[in-house]
């Protein structure tokens, strides 16, 4: 793991320098949300109306962004539109004029994600804390062994983002409607009509629904990364003795170990009444413990999370 912060000149008895170390720290746990925005406007950048060919070149950002941030796989916040509530007194949200979706309960740290159906008029997400404690030990302050702080940091940071990843794809592929298997001469030719169809369904399903889904939107096809040269093989399709791609929407592959590979995608129309809640950030808080002669630290975030079931359907693989 490359080193995050410099502990050169760093005295512990110092409380500036300790309070110092704490921002970073924090700055650390924060950066695969700022993340995000870098990414989604990459996505957007690169899949303008009717470039599809480009789909490749957006993978490959979307790969090399969550490298950077450690390796967390953050493409399901593209499927969502964010309720900033970090500065407001709130403990839900409210979706209006639901007509079926999906929310999740709160979960304790490795377990799974309880998905519920829910409908009506309005709907209230509640936005639930999450986190956990880790222990830096005093000894590797005495002993001036940073690295230790610094990988304590990184793997707590990775537990967290990966139950917020595996509540929010489990919203995504908990939704098993799918589009209707199409023909063609080739499976790439059948994989690009399935995809096409898929589109349009979506489209249609959603015509009266305010705001609603439109055929210059880019949607998201959330693959398993198995899957990666075959959808590859249906976005680069295209009609005999023409240059012109099958597959007719903009859809932007996200390859993700989330999604099963018993089937070809779930496409998504992002946004809209798909909305995240952000009401707190992870946030480290910390004091010593001298029963354990550690620095006893626990980390809190808080969040929560809708997706409109019209705003996704399966793709099949056959």
């Given amino acids: 793991m490359l080193p995050f912060m410099s502990f050169e000149g760093f005295d512990r008895s110092n409380p500036a320098h300790v309070k110092a170390v ?130 304590q940091a990184a793997d707590f940071r990775q537990k967290y983002m990966d139950q917020e990843k595996s509540v929010h794809y489990a919203l995504i592929t908990a939704i098993s409607t799918a589009a209707t298997y199409q023909s063609g001469d080739d499976t790439p030719h059948k994989d690009a009509e399935t995809i096409n169809s898929a589109v349009a369904t979506l489209i249609t399903n959603n015509e009266s629904s305010l705001p609603a889904v439109n055929a210059n939107m880019t949607f998201l096809l959330y693959c398993n990364p198995s899957l990666r040269s075959r959808v590859n093989a249906a976005m680069n399709s295209v009609i005999p003795h023409t240059n012109e791609k099958r597959i007719v929407y903009n859809v932007q592959p996200v390859p993700t170990s989330e999604a099963a590979n018993s089937y070809l995608g779930q496409l998504v129309a992002p946004g809209l009444k798909n909305k995240y809640g952000r009401r707190m950030d992870l946030k480290i808080f910390g004091e010593m413990d001298i029963t354990m002669y550690a620095q006893t630290v626990v980390g809190w975030g808080r969040y929560g999370s809708y997706i409109n079931s019209a705003q996704v359907l399966r793709v099949p693989s056959s």
């Fill in 22 to 151: 704490r921002v970073k720290l924090n700055e650390y746990l924060a950066a695969p949300r700022r993340s995000v925005d870098t990414l989604r406007t990459k996505v957007q950048e690169m899949t303008t109306k009717g470039d599809t060919d480009a789909w490749d070149s957006v993978v490959n950002a979307i790969d090399s962004i969550q490298t950077d941030v450690g390796l967390v796989d953050r493409g399901w916040a593209l499927a969502f539109d964010e309720v900033d509530l970090r500065q407001t007194p709130k403990s839900s949200f409210d979706i209006v004029d639901v007509s079926s979706g999906l929310t999740f309960a709160k979960v304790r740290t490795g377990g799974r994600a309880k998905i519920f159906q829910v409908s009506g008029a309005v709907q209230n997400v509640l936005l639930d804390k999450y986190g956990g404690g880790l222990g830096f030990e005093q000894t590797w302050w005495d002993d001036q062994e940073y690295y230790k702080v610094q990988e």
